[in-house]
Every structure is written in C-alpha cells, then in structure tokens.
C-alpha cells in the first residue's frame, strides 16, 4: 500500500471549505456566527424602528419619577411619593424574601418526607408517595391559587379575629393575613447586633480549632454545648447591658381591626405556603435518590469499623449523599426563586408585580421594564449558578 | 467408644419446623413493617389516623354527597350541606374542554384531538409497515390541525379569542412537546460540540432561558414581540406563546440531553470515530440514541413541567382552564365555589401528568438492556 500517493497540491479550492475537514469548523462556525448576529441585528432595527414610530425613546429617567401606588407588604421604607426604582427595589425584596422562606419550609418538609418516603413502614412511605405525587403533577399557579382562595376563605375577617385570636394579644388569623409581634429597635441595638455577628464569627474560629486539637490530640471537646453558649451568652449579656434596647411590638385589637405588629399578607402567607408544598415533594425525590445511591455496603462497612450509627450517618453516608444531593438542590432553590414570580396571580407585590407589572403598565416603557426585570432575575440565577459551580469544584471527586 | 457414650444421637436430618408465628403472614409482615420500633408505631397510628380521618371525608364529599344536578350554588347548598356541587362542571364543562369555540364547529378541534393519535401511532409503533412513509405523512400533522382547529380554506375561521380551556392548554402543551425535542436535540449538541462559537451561542442561549422565569418571557410575548417584529407583521397571541413556551422548554431540554451526551462513556465516542463514522453518523446510530435514552426520565419530566407551566397563560390573559375560574366565580350564581372548580382542574392535569410520569417509567423498564 502507497502512502500519501496524493500529489502535494496546495491550491486552495473553494470547495475544499465544506469538504476539507481543516476548515470545516470554521465555515460553520463563521456561518453560525453570521446568522445570529445578523437576528440580533434585524431585531434590534425593527425595535429602534418601532420604538421611533410610536415616538418612543429609549431611556431608564421614568426610574426616578414618583411611582404612585402602594404596595401592601413592604420590607423598606416606601410610600407611593417613592420613585419607580424605589418600588422595583421593594419588589427584588420581596421576591427574595418569599423565596427564602420557601426555600427553608420546602426544605425542611422534604427532608422529612423523602426520608419517610424511604421508610420501611409500608404505610408512611404509601402516604408520602401519595404526597409527592398528588403535589408533583398538579400546576404550581392552581395551587398558589387554591391556597389563596383557601386562606381568604377559611379565616375570619379582622373584626371576627379580634374577639377569636390565635394566642391573645399576640397572635390574630385574619382573612387579610396574620399579625404577629414585630420587632422594634431602640438605640444601642447595634451593639447587640454586633455581638451576635462576632460571637457566630466566634464559632467558626471554635470548630476549626476543635477540630485540630481532636485531630492531633485525639481529645473531643463538647463541641455542641460550647458553641450553643457561645453563641447565647455573650448576646444576653449585651442585650442587658445596652438596656434591652430590642423589643416586641405587639398588636393591638381595635374594634374592627388590628393595629401594630407585624402584618404578614394573606398573598405572601398563600404563596409561601403554595410554594413550600410544591417544592418539598421535588426535595423529597432529590434526597430520596441522594440517599439511595449510597450502596448499603458503606454503611455495613462503618458498622463493621465499628461506627455508631448517629456517627455512621454523619462522617460515611451523609457526607456521600450531599455530593448526590446539593447540586440538583441548588438547581430547585433556583426553580423555587423564579417560580416565586406567580406572586403576580395573587397580588403579591414581588419584582414581578412592581417592576414587570404595575409600573410597566403606568409608565408604558415596556422595553426598559422588562429589560431590567429579565436582567434581575438572570443576575440572581447566575450568581446561584455560580456558587454552584464553586461547591461542584470542591466536593469533586478527585483523581479519577 | 461405645455407641452407649451419647444418650441421644441424629441419624437422618430433622424436618424443618415452620418459622415462628408471628413472623410470618399477615401478622409477620405487619410486625416487621408497621410496628418494628416505638417510633414507628407512632408513625403508623399517626398515617393511619392522617388516612382515616380525611379519605372518608373526602370520598363523602365527592362522591356519596355531591350534587350534579342544580342551576347555582344556592340551590346545591340547599340540597346538600357537605357536599361537591358538581352542577357548575356539568353545566360548563363545554367551556372548561374548548373555552369559547363556537359549539357547532366543536367537532372540529375534536377531530384534531383524534388525529393526533392516528399521527402518533408510527412515532410510537416500532414494526408499523410502511413507518417511513407513515412518519412524512405525521409530519404534516401540525398543518392538518391548524387549520382544523382556526379554520380558513374553506373552514369557517376561527379567532384565537375564542380557543380556550382543555383545547387551548393541549395546542400549547402538544407543539411545546413536539418541537421543543428537536431544538433541545440540536441545541444539546452544540453545547457540546467542540466548536467554541456555537458552543458559546448555544451556552447564551439556554443560559439566558434558564435564567429567566417563563413569566417574563410570556410578557415578552404579550407586550414587547411586536416592538421586533418588521412593521405590518404581526403574529397571533396563541402562537407567540406557543414560540415563548417552546423556545423555554428547548432550553430545559436541551441541558437533560447534554446530561445524557455526558454519562455516555467515553469509550462510545470513540469507537464511533475508529468506525470512520462521520460525525453526524456517529450521532444518529451511536450516541443519540444511547443518550437519548438515559435522559427519557429528564425529558418526560421536562414534558411534565412544561404541561403544567401552560396555565401560566391565565396572567396574560388567555382562558386555559384555570383562567376560566375567574368568568365562573363572576356568574352571579356561581359566585362562591371555587374549591369544586379548582378541584376538577386539579384533577384533569393530574391525569395528563401522571400518565405521562408512569408512561416514561414504562419506557424506560422496556428499553432497560443492563448496561448503560
């Protein structure tokens, strides 16, 4: 057999840009290129096109302007003399805020679930199956209207909850949301703040030095009391010390409404709930697989080192299923953030609503409101992305 | 040694004794299962509790008590104190399967509904004669149904006003389904492919649409698509969302394929390569259809997620079945039912889904061969 019989011919063919594997990738990768700039370019003229027709400019001022409208559950300083940006900035908080709640709630109720779902008794883990199921295959946006309908439904008006509350003084269910004692911050507060950050940033630097005094000492410290203490103690002490400058504000019932406290809307209640209810049946799979891909061989083989199980949980299987079981988890932490944007249905004032929903339509800029609101939401992903890509790195198994 | 040393010696094997009772039979298993540790007796008196103290009530309420027959709510109530009053489904589930379709064209849509299967039959029957042939006549399935269900050429036209309920959530939900495979496909692959161009485009892409909710893109549908449209051209508010809802579940689907493009080994590729086969030989009768399916689990789940995701059209104002609640609860007599209404709607998507969810576990056992 001849090698390389074909003449060295270094005439270039036009041809040869589709047939010659050397370039290819190049002709398409140039062709794709082409394409897609010249969409984003054809709809980039048509908008400037439109934009000009309807004598529309292109301009982020209106986030300035007095936004006009209340907002019903707000975490800030906001009136509606507040301007646009004031009211989107109420919003993005109020979208983190029911997010994280539901993020805590589903995770909680579905690491009970998914364990109980694993469990030997046939009739929880029967139940639990129900649960998941029943919870998976029905729509999001009906259940957080269910919910919704529910709660105004269920619960008394202000003035019937006055006279029927929930703890006396303290707690009142109302159709329009629950009051519940608030906070109240006088002077001083920030230096028992203060303390409460240094004594957490205290427990760290305490572990860690646990952990090295065990590891080369082999002595165990009682690392649980310790930190419980740390972390108390030197909290009351400066309370105390600053004059019990952090109070409650409790509500007070009036004749026909409830004044004071804090008020937590029947939407951000409905939501949250709707949301916590959804997203644990999604957490109770991802655990429930975490768990099951650890081969029982692991847990038989720190028995037989002679682990306790307590012990045998927390340094051989847990450690194994996290790796299984945080990425898909951060994944549904996600979902649960953008799936918070159904707050619209209920009246929920989420960046949605304000930025998306009310101001869009007020203002009539259409293009810089959901411009914004798309960047917002595409921010935040990609920063929980981004931290998930950090974890995956770390927990990587190494040298394989 | 005398045979005298040993008082008793076996001979022949003993016959086995049957096990202990109670570790055996009913009670056995219930020993072992249900009452194994005081913890989990606790927790089966408390399921069973759970079990017996809704189930009943719920089964009286839908079924032994429930209403079918009374023109409101009043007259219900009157008839019954705790029950379902399924009148409002029976006098309106017209409205709830094909929203405001004029009633004398619904066999229309229905007929669309019905070729719908005859279309699915050869994707879905391996050794169907002919499939090839069958296959290019599915294909123009989507044209037939078009024009079905909107009219024109002959039909009398239908606006997108008036689709609504079931019919409009399987209009979105079916062309979602069936184009969003096909994109996440071609998407998948240039993610990873190793052409760093389309690799970055495809990553702005599904990274943009996995960034956003789809509420934001549905809004981008209703408000800001005619901004990017040429002047004159416009597109129907159902086909834009139908465009917003395919291009969100292709990117979801495209990140199930690439998960099954990774888990294949690497040893796949390879020995496609050392075939001499091209590239896209060695995608279509090698990798894609190994990788395909592993990732029928994330698929069917992403067909599922989109399904659901269809009612989202309620908040720009299309009437799928959930945003038909609203027109009812307004009806003077119906005022005040909402627990029925959302009950039925709960129920009806709970069918598609879990069906679609026990379908894909099918699929999966059936195309199991031992070794991934």
């Known amino acids: 057999m001849s090698t390389s019989t074909v003449p060295a011919d270094n005439s270039f063919q036009l041809s040869q840009l589709w047939r010659d594997a050397r370039y290819r990738s190049y002709t398409i990768q140039i062709i794709a290129l082409v394409v897609a700039l010249s969409v984003v370019m054809m709809l980039i003229s048509n908008a400037v096109e439109n934009l000009e027709a309807l004598g529309k400019d292109f301009n982020f001022g209106f986030l300035y302007e007095p936004a006009g409208y209340d907002i019903g559950q707000v975490l800030v300083n906001y009136t509606s003399a507040s301007g646009h940006w004031k009211a989107a900035l109420v919003g993005l908080l109020n979208t983190l805020l029911v997010a994280f709640l539901a993020c805590v709630t589903a995770t909680i109720i579905g690491v009970f679930v998914g364990v109980l779902r694993l469990s030997n008794n046939w009739v929880v883990s029967r139940l639990m199956a129900v649960y998941i199921e029943g919870v998976r295959n029905v729509p999001l946006l009906l259940q957080i209207l269910a919910w919704y309908a529910v709660f105004i439904h269920v619960f008394p008006t202000p003035k019937q909850a006055v006279k029927a509350p929930v703890i006396e003084g303290a707690v009142y269910a109302t159709n329009r949301g629950f009051y519940i004692p608030g906070l109240t911050f006088d002077g001083g507060y920030q230096i028992v703040v203060a303390v409460l950050l240094a004594s957490i940033a205290g427990i760290f630097v305490f572990r860690r030095w646990a952990r090295q005094r065990q590891e080369a000492t082999g002595q165990i410290l009682p690392v649980g009391y310790i930190t419980l203490g740390i972390l108390i103690v030197p909290s009351v002490l400066a309370y105390f010390a600053a004059g019990m400058p952090i109070g409650l504000d409790y509500p007070v019932a009036g004749r026909f409404n409830l004044k004071g406290g804090l008020k937590v809307g029947t939407p951000l209640i409905a939501l949250w709930f709707a949301l916590s209810i959804y997203s644990a049946a999604f957490v109770a799979e991802i655990v429930r697989a975490g768990i099951m891909a650890i081969s029982k061989g692991q847990t038989e083989a720190a028995y037989a080192l002679g682990l306790r199980p307590r012990r045998t949980m927390s340094l051989v299987v847990l450690p194994q299923s996290l790796r299984i079981i945080i990425p898909p988890m951060i994944s549904n932490y996600l979902n649960i953030t953008k799936n918070s944007s159904l707050a619209i249905a209920v009246g929920y004032m989420d960046l949605t609503g304000t930025l998306g929903g009310i101001t869009l339509n007020q203002t009539g800029r259409e293009m810089e409101c959901m411009l914004l609101l798309m960047a917002t939401y595409l921010l935040i992903s990609l920063s929980i992305s981004a931290v998930m890509n950090v974890y995956n790195e770390s927990v990587k198994l190494k040298g394989r | ?372």
């Open chain 2, 1 to 372: 040694m005398s045979e005298n040393t040993f008082a008793y010696v076996a001979t022949s094997e003993k016959p086995q004794l049957p096990p202990p009772q109670g570790t055996t039979g009913a009670v056995g298993w219930a020993r072992e299962n249900l009452f194994s540790s005081p913890l989990n007796t606790i927790l089966t008196l408390i399921s069973v509790f759970v079990v017996f103290s809704t189930v009943p009530g719920i089964f009286n309420w839908a079924f032994v008590n429930s209403v079918w027959n009374a023109n409101s709510l009043d007259e219900c109530r009157a008839l019954t104190e705790n029950g379902a009053c399924w009148a409002v489904i029976r006098e309106r589930y017209h409205q709830f399967l094909f929203g405001f379709y004029p009633t004398e064209l619904y066999w229309r849509p229905i007929l669309a509904f019905v070729l719908l299967f005859v279309a699915l039959v050869p994707a879905l029957w391996d050794g169907m004669p002919k499939r090839g042939a069958a296959l290019m006549a599915s294909m123009t399935y989507p044209f037939v149904a078009f024009w079905l269900i909107w009219g024109g050429f002959g039909l009398e036209p239908v606006s997108s006003t008036k689709l609504g309920g079931l019919l409009l959530t399987m209009i979105i939900g079916v062309s979602g389904i069936s184009f969003s495979l096909p994109i996440g496909i071609v998407l998948a692959l240039s993610r990873s492919s190793n052409l760093p161009i389309v690799k970055s485009l495809a990553v702005i892409f599904i990274e943009f649409i996995r960034g956003v909710p789809l509420i934001t893109l549905l809004f981008v549908a209703h408000v800001l698509l005619n901004y990017f449209l040429p002047k004159g051209v416009n597109f129907d508010i159902v086909l834009r969302v139908v465009i917003m809802v395919t291009l969100f579940a292709s990117a979801y689907m495209a990140e199930v394929i690439r998960g099954g493009l990774a888990a294949l080994p690497k040893g796949q590729y390879e020995a496609a390569d050392a075939l001499g086969l091209s590239y896209w030989q060695s995608m279509r009768l090698i990798i894609l259809p190994q990788a395909l399916k592993i990732s029928i689990p994330g698929i069917v789940n992403t067909f599922i997620g989109l399904f659901k995701d269809t009612t989202l059209v309620l908040i720009i104002g299309l009437m799928d079945p959930l945003g038909l609640v609203a027109p009812t609860l307004a009806d003077q007599r119906w005022n005040g039912i909402f627990v029925e209404l959302y009950a039925f709607i709960a129920f009806m998507f709970f069918i598609f889904c879990f069906a679609m969810s026990r379908y894909s576990m099918y699929l999966e056992r059936k195309l199991h061969t031992g070794h991934r």
